[in-house]
């Protein structure tokens, strides 16, 4: 998936956090991800995923503030992650 920052934004920081679907959207963020801050490469986000509970659903939501702009320009984007074991 790929989304395009507005010309002449940047990336500033993001968040990321997570929730178990099958748990009664119980937080999840601390069992499934590495960091709630996340990683940022140039124009990439990245979150890093430690764990998970076979059969479980993780809805993953990822913040980006973006910069110069005033008030603050946002972009928030949620992901699926289903983990099952082979």
């Known amino acids: ?3 395009v ?3 002449g934004l940047s990336i500033a ?3 990321v956090s997570a929730i178990d679907l099958t748990a009664a959207n119980a937080d999840a963020t ?3 991800l590495d960091s709630t801050t996340l990683t940022i490469v140039g124009s990439e986000a990245r979150a890093f995923v430690k764990a998970g509970t076979n059969l479980h659903r ?4 990822m913040v980006l503030l973006l910069t110069p702009g005033v008030p603050t320009p946002t972009i ?8 099952q074991t082979y």
């Open 5 to 7: 920052i507005p010309s």
């Open 30 to 32: 601390t069992t499934v």
């Open 76 to 83: 928030e984007e949620d992901f699926i992650m289903i983990v």
């Open 58 to 61: 993780y809805k993953i939501t």
């Open 13 to 15: 920081s993001g968040t």
């Open 1 to 3: 998936m790929t989304f």
